[in-house]
């Protein structure tokens, strides 16, 4: 059983669109994250979730919106896409009050 | 400003040494240290932790040494093998506070494990 998914794993768009990464988790975890990884491979939150409510919001541009339906999904929606917005999207969760971080297999992201 | 600084970059060891990783931490708040392993395609996956109340923590082949006055601490790979071969990526954090469960990255180490 995937305890974080991730779709889709590839998604190559072109300049301009919008589009949305989906996330899901079945770990029974309150807490949710966004993070980005760049081409050379560092990785720097964006967002978390707890509960469904937000509660880190780094220095990402008010393009990218996350949201959580519910405790068990956080879906990223992007607006006017970017070149440099090209990187790999990876999920997280864990559970509150721990740090153990859970990683879903990543969304690498193309903007042509 | 780069929070938690990683080295060296990339590695290079040969089947059964000792491959040696280093980071250092500037904010003395952070009190959680996990140490990452990141195959191609894959996303991280936790290796080992450590809190700063222990030195040292050791888990199969995997040991973290942590030295709380110096601000630093480093994984130890013992009887490296091909199949370890990944990016390792150490991290910090803080309980509570607005910057609850926020993991700041070092920037990563492609270790690689010659046969």
């Known amino acids: 059983d995937t305890a974080v998914s991730q779709t889709p794993k590839y998604l190559v768009t072109q300049m301009g669109n919008d589009k949305s990464i989906k996330c899901e988790q079945n770990?029974?975890?309150?807490?949710m994250y966004w993070y980005k990884q760049d081409s050379k491979k560092f990785l720097k939150i964006m967002f978390s979730y707890n509960n469904k409510e937000l509660i880190i919001n780094e220095t990402v541009p008010n393009r990218f919106s996350p949201k959580s339906p519910d405790k068990a999904h956080l879906n990223l929606h992007i607006n006017s896409l970017e070149l440099g917005d090209s990187a790999v999207y990876f999920c997280?969760?864990?559970?509150?009050?721990?740090?153990?971080?859970?990683f879903g297999p990543g969304t690498r992201l193309t903007v042509l | 400003q780069q929070q938690v600084k990683q080295s060296p970059q990339s590695l290079i060891v040969q089947k059964g040494g000792i491959s040696i990783i280093n980071c250092a931490y500037e904010n003395t708040a952070f009190d959680y240290f996990p140490w990452y392993q990141q195959f191609p395609g894959k996303g991280p996956a936790l290796l080992i932790a450590i809190r700063p109340d222990v030195s040292e923590k050791k888990e199969g082949r995997f040991t973290i040494s942590f030295n709380k006055s110096a601000k630093q601490f480093s994984l130890h790979i013992m009887d490296s093998q091909p199949g370890d071969s990944a990016t390792y990526f150490c991290a910090a954090s803080k309980d509570g506070g607005t910057s609850y469960g926020k993991l700041t990255f070092g920037q990563g180490t492609i270790l690689t494990v010659h046969p």
């Open positions: 770990l029974g975890h309150d807490t």
């Open positions: 997280a969760s864990s559970r509150a009050l721990k740090n153990t971080q859970y």
